[in-house]
Each structure stands twice: as C-alpha cells, then as structure tokens.
C-alpha cells in the first residue's frame, strides 16, 4: 500500500491535508502505519501475533503456540486458550471504556436531578417509559423519578455475577433470556462480570477457549444493556431523543476565521455545554472583540456523533468533521483553537500537533492523560457551565496568535447528510408506527436491514474504503443500512447519509427512501448505539408477533473494525444470534478449534454466525444470502 495513493482514504480532504503533513515532516497515522514495516503486507509482520498464538503474561515468556505441532506455552496453553484468552481481555478494556461513559452519564443526570448543574431534563416522557420498563415507581417529579432510575441502575451495576442484572431481565427479548440462561451467559451485574472475566484471563487459571469465549459473550450482554442502552437512553433523557435533521460534515466545516471549539472523544457532557454557551451573544461578542467572526464549536469523533444527533446546526454548531483517523488532518487544517479530549479518540501524539499548529489541546477527562502531562480540565457535572466558560475563553485568547503562525487550508470540502435516527425517530417518520417499515420487509422492496457498527482502519485498504465499498453494495441490493460509530462518520462524509444516495440503492430501497424522504444509509450514531439497536430489533420482532431474533432477516457489519470496543460489540452480536460481519481477520486464526467455534458452532449455541470477508462484493452477497435464507423461513 502506497501512502501518497488514493488508498490513503476514501475522502479527498483528507489526501489534501496529508500533503501538508509531508510538507512539515509531522509524524501522522498513515506514515507510522507504513513505518511499522511490510506495509503493503501486515500479515507479514509476525505471523504468531496474527494468528492470536503468543502470550508474555508472565516471565516465562514471550511463548508461541502452534496448533499444528501442539505446541504450547511454557504454562501448558494451547494456541486456541492464547487467542481467546487474548480477546476476553480486549473485551474487558471494551466493556470499561463503555461503563465508564454510562458511569458518567448517571453522574450527570443524578448531578441534574439535584439541580446542580447547567442540564434540564429535556424528555420527561423519555424517563418516564425507560423507567417503567425497568419497574421503577414514576410517582412524583421528574427529578425523584430521575433519582430512583439512578439508584435502580448504580446497585444493578455492582450485582455480583451469581445475582442476575435486573436491567437485562426487564430489557431483554423473552427468547434471549431463556437461551442465555440455558447457556449461562445472563449476566450479573458489569463490575462483577468484569472482575471475574479479569481474573479468570490470569496465568494458570482458566486455560479453556471454550470457557474464555462463552465469558466474553456473557459480559457482552451485560455491557450492552447496562452500559450501552443505560448511558444512552440517560443521555436521551438530558438531551433530548436523536431525529432527524441536516448536517454540515467533511473539513470544511473549519474556517479559520472564526473562534473554533472542538469537544473529541465519546462524552457528549461538556459539548452540550459548550454549544449551550456558546449561542449567547456575550460569548459571540468576546470572540468578536479579538477579531474573530464569531465563536464555533465544531463536532468530532463520537463524542460529535453524540451532539449532532441532538442538536440542530446553525452558524455556532456548524458542523461535523469526521472520525478518529481524520483526527490529525483536523489539527493540521489550521484552524482549531482548543481541542477538548473526553475519554476516548485522542492520539498520544496531540501534544507534538499543539506545538506545531498553535492550539490548546486540553483533557477534560480523567482517563485520557498525554505524554508530558499538559495543561488539565476534569469534567466535573456540578461545573460544567464554569468549565465549558473557561474552555471557550482559552479559544478566545488562542485566536490570535493562531491566526498570525498558522497558515489556514482554504478551499477543503463540505456537504450535508442527514443525521438524528433512533428508534422513536424512525417510528415517527414511519407516522407512528413500524408496519411501513415492516410491510416493505414483506412484500420484498427492502430485503432486510443491516446495522453498520464499525471502527475505521488502515488495514487492508485504507481509511473507510471498504465501509464505503461494503454499505454501497449492501444498499444497491436493497438491504437498508443502519450507520453506527466511527464508521456512520466515513459514510456521512461520503454522502451515503444525504438522500441524494438513494441512487445508488436497489429500486425497492430507492423508492422507499423516495417515499419517505430519508437517505438509503440512516445515521443511527455512535458504537454505543448498539444497545438502542437491539432495542429497536426487540421492537421489530415484537410487532412481527414474536419472531426470534437470529429468525430476523437483518445483520451486523464490522467492515473495518479497529479496537477493544469493536470486540465486544460483535461478540454481543453472537449473543444476541446475529449474522455478524468483520473485517479485518481476527487474531484468533491460530486457534482451529476456536475459529470452528465461532464459525460453525455458535448457530447451533446462539443462533449466531461469525462470517469473515475481506472482499466487499462477497461480503455483501454472504449478508444477502443469510437475509434471503431468513426471508424464506418466514415465508415472506
């Protein structure tokens, strides 16, 4: 793979910044990606940690297992319990970085409900139905019922694994519960799932794939509805439930003239205060004053995603410039003022790009900690107005001296897509409820649905290359695509979430978006959407009378997943007895038995299948084949 090819990635502004890159001899993603060597070939690099099959837990190591020659680790491990052992600790790191965004979100709504903070409650009905569908009393005010939820969840959270989660046994479909708690995969609560998934990954403790892959699914299903559906359904509560609207994306949403604010991460808390703030005229005023056209805070990474689903743009929300891998284009544009870092999607090398590009890169989260230590700003709830006041006046003071030893980009692209689905937006839009959808299910204009939960990556083919190449074969064959994560940002950017796409879909989908005026790809939001995902297959196979999720003609694709949050998001997937896509390979093709498990076996344990494609054409024909062979069972 060539860098200065188009491979670099899918979108031209991207390519148009990377040059400026070159020019200033700045270390970025795409060089260090060719500079770890065999670019053109990463199997290449070390065929042992491709394949899952090495292990340096302990001082006997670094080990290799090689399957073919039963050749084990020093502590007896075979090369199937070094893979998986290897993935139930991604998903360990997975399922924390989650909780700790849910954790977070409880914080905030207990901070508001005690009215210590700048937040309302914005949807009363919201809280009310969430609520009652955990078997919370909704007696009284909004903010003892948001009190109550608090209390209900935070002691859900702490069950031990031998107590089952409440949360899940209230949320989950009724077919579900009864296959997990056959196999043994309901969970208790996520800290004890999570302490006792951890300790069993420790030398000489639990050396069975088997036992490490039933773990990794079981503490999938509780992160999913404790910390996915929780984190987000509290934030739907605070903010407001995601509908449709338009939205600027693509870098050109950065113009250097103007004051900008850039909140990236996961964590939405600080950006909602922000733009909040922001829209006063005494804030537009201060930026004014030192020059600037007015004052801007621009949305990133899936802490935007979270705000653009929201939030409506104007000339102060302007716009969304794309996902993680983009993050240093964005820097290097010129025009960034402060850069706040939540939790989540900030490179360890922001700090060289402050230098260089003259702007204040500030971590607004305890876990996100920069080489050297920089300037601090933690998120607090009670104080959240006072420290999104403090951030936009460090942009304020920043402007100038930016503005006099950064030279700006001019010229680099916009475009608009439509962003805000969820669940109760897609009913609306369907006038109230899911038989449109569901009649166009049966009768065969739409085939079926598929949920893009996806990262972005330079393996393979480079920055959301085969997302764009996945999505468009899946909606040219009439399957409608749900857009989760960073993925539904490269897709945003590609125009595929602008009606405009619906020319690129089959003629069923085509005339379908026509109908409803909606693009072929809905920008569904971030990786923590899968749990509201979940929750919108629940309602879809209620309104089909009780149909069995795995029976649903609909999928996941992962077409470029890239990190420990990925892992378990598809390993819920198989829990929940879905076809399950993803590219790139897993480092689990060293353990046979393993990969016969999760691509043989598992339809007979979860009803899920684990299908790996690395081309985009027959990754789409495998998804429309499990969606036709679904269709037909149903007789429809």
Not at 393 to 414: S, T, W
Not at 463 to 471: E, K, L, N, Y
Request: charged share 25%.
């Amino acid at each position: 793979m060539t860098m200065e090819s188009d491979r670099i990635s899918y979108h031209d502004s991207v390519r148009t910044v990377y040059q400026r890159l070159k020019a200033d001899g700045m270390s970025n993603v795409w060089d260090r990606y060719e500079a770890q060597g065999l670019g053109n070939d990463p199997d290449r690099r070390c065929a042992f940690c491709r394949a899952g099959a090495r292990c340096d837990f302990c001082s006997n190591g670094p080990c290799r297992a090689d399957a073919s020659r039963n050749w084990r680790g020093v502590c007896g491990i075979n090369a199937d319990g070094m893979a998986m052992r290897m993935m139930l600790l991604r998903n360990v790191m997975g399922a924390s970085n989650y909780h700790f965004h849910a954790a977070q979100a409880v914080r905030t709504l207990r901070a508001t409900a005690e009215g210590k903070t700048p937040f309302t409650i914005a949807d009363s009905g919201k809280l009310r139905t969430f609520a009652e569908r955990l078997g919370i009393d909704t007696s009284g005010s909004d903010a003892e019922v948001a009190l109550r939820l608090c209390d209900f969840v935070e002691e859900d959270f702490h069950r031990f694994t031998y107590e089952p989660s409440l949360i899940v046994e209230r949320l989950a479909p009724e077919e579900r519960k009864e296959v997990w708690k056959r196999l043994g995969l309901f969970p208790g609560g996520i800290y004890g799932e999570t302490i006792v998934d951890t300790a069993s990954t420790l030398t000489n403790v639990d050396g069975w794939y088997a036992s490490h892959a039933m773990r990794a699914m079981r503490l999938g299903v509780a992160m999913a509805y404790q910390s996915q559906i929780v984190l987000e359904y509290i934030q739907d509560i605070l903010y407001g439930v995601p509908r449709p609207h338009p939205m600027r994306v693509d870098l050109g949403v950065l113009d250097p003239d103007y004051v900008n604010i850039l909140p990236n991460g996961h964590e939405p808390f600080l950006g909602f205060a922000l733009i909040d703030l922001a829209r006063t005229d005494e804030w537009q005023e201060k930026a004014r004053a030192v020059g600037a056209k007015g004052l801007r805070i621009i949305a990133n990474i899936e802490t935007g995603q979270e705000l653009i689903q929201r939030r409506e743009m104007d000339n102060v929300f302007y716009g969304y410039t794309g996902n993680w891998i983009m993050q240093e284009a964005v820097l290097a544009t010129g025009a960034v003022d402060v850069f706040a870092a939540d939790m989540n999607c900030s490179l360890p090398l922001d700090p060289l790009y402050a230098e260089k590009y003259h702007f204040k890169l500030i971590p607004v989260s305890e876990v996100v900690v920069f080489e050297g230590g920089t300037e601090r700003l933690e998120y607090v709830p009670e104080k959240a107005k006072e420290q999104a006041a403090a951030l936009l006046q460090m942009g304020i003071e920043n402007f100038r001296e930016r503005r006099e030893k950064v030279r700006p980009i001019p010229g680099l692209p916009v475009r608009e897509a439509v962003v805000g689905f969820s669940t109760e937006s897609i009913v609306e839009a369907l006038g109230g409820s899911l038989d449109p959808l569901l009649s166009a299910i049966k009768d065969g204009t739409i085939r079926g649905v598929v949920g893009l939960v996806s990262c972005t990556t330079l393996r393979d083919y480079g920055q959301d290359v085969h997302t764009v190449a996945v999505a468009e074969n899946l909606i040219a064959r009439d399957i409608l695509v749900l857009g989760m994560g960073c993925g539904v940002a490269g897709l945003q950017v590609a125009g595929l979430c602008s009606p405009e796409a619906k020319e690129k879909a089959g003629p069923g989908l085509k005339r379908l978006c026509s109908a409803l005026g909606v693009p072929p790809v809905l920008g569904f939001g971030t990786c923590t959407d899968t749990g509201r995902c979940a929750d919108l297959l629940l309602a879809v196979s209620k309104a089909l009378g009780g149909v069995p999720l795995p029976d649903l003609p609909v999928a996941v694709a992962a077409p470029e997943y890239m990190e420990q949050k990925a892992t378990i998001d598809a390993l819920f997937a198989l829990a929940l007895g879905l076809y399950t896509y993803v590219n790139p390979v897993p480092t689990v093709t060293g353990g046979p038995d393993l990969v016969k498990l999760l691509t043989q076996d598992l339809p007979g344990i979860t009803g899920g299948v684990l299908h790996v494609e690395t081309d985009a054409v027959e990754a789409a024909e495998g998804i429309l084949a499990h969606i036709e062979a679904k269709r037909e069972k149903l007789g429809i």
